[in-house]
């Protein structure tokens, strides 16, 4: 079965300071790979997706921007945090092949920008 | 632009009591998925509901799933404390040839506080 490793767990980070996450993968080949994030303990907003390597898709404008440099690993970064950036950021990844399957979700950076 | 509703957004349950929570969306999908969060911690996937009429049953939950009426529900019987937790629904959006990647779009979470 797949395994999503995310981190940090939690990030404090001053306005204007730059961010990169990472998440990856094990127990799967190419992968759908997506970045969510909860505000304020609710609903999940979409972020970023990619099927495959290099090729990524942004819901949202944003300051933030995400990569995909190997098959298995996703990286949300921004050059200069905001303090609408604060939230929980979770990594989740689906079959690309089988569509009868849910997306699994990481354990989540919870980041404070201050 | 698909959209996820869910209602209630917040339920008080007695222990020991049945409720239902409501998820509807506004276009065509027969890929239906519920996830539970406990506070400070991710998503665990409860049910996937894949065609219409489909029916999860796990514990007091049950789940299920008519794609005519674009509406899904998780049924919660003889509510007990440890079902506290926020549920969502989310629902899969595929490309046109319905081969390539799931989209996942959640609803707003159902806030579900079980007291005795």
């Known amino acids: 079965s797949q395994t999503i490793h995310q981190w940090p767990a939690t990030l404090v980070q001053p306005v204007g300071s730059p961010l990169s996450l990472e998440c990856t993968v094990e127990g799967t080949s190419n992968p759908n790979l997506y970045w969510y994030r909860q505000a304020a303990g609710r609903g999940l907003q979409l972020l970023f997706y990619s099927v495959g390597i290099g090729q990524i898709s942004s819901e949202v404008p944003q300051n933030l921007s995400a990569s995909r440099p190997q098959d298995r690993q996703f990286i949300l970064s921004s050059k200069k945090l905001l303090l609408s950036d604060s939230g929980f950021y979770l990594c989740a990844c689906a079959s690309s092949t089988v569509m009868n399957t849910e997306a699994f979700f990481g354990q989540g950076t919870r980041l404070t920008v201050v | 632009e698909l959209k996820v509703e869910q209602n209630p957004l917040f339920l008080s349950m007695q222990e020991g009591k049945n409720y239902t929570i409501y998820c509807n969306y506004s276009?065509?999908?027969?890929?239906l998925y519920w996830y539970r969060q406990d506070p400070g911690k991710s998503l665990e996937s409860l049910f996937v509901l894949l065609s219409n009429g489909a029916v999860k049953q796990e514990g007091r939950l049950m789940a299920s799933l008519d794609t005519k009426a674009r509406l899904s529900t998780l049924h919660i019987t003889a509510a007990v404390h440890d079902l506290s937790a926020t549920y969502f629904c989310?629902?899969?959006?595929?490309?046109?040839?319905?081969?390539?990647?799931?989209?996942?779009?959640f609803g707003q979470g159902t806030i579900l506080t079980v007291h005795p």
């Open positions: 989310a629902v899969a959006s595929f490309n046109a040839g319905g081969t390539s990647y799931g989209k996942l779009t």
């Open positions: 276009t065509t999908s027969d890929r």
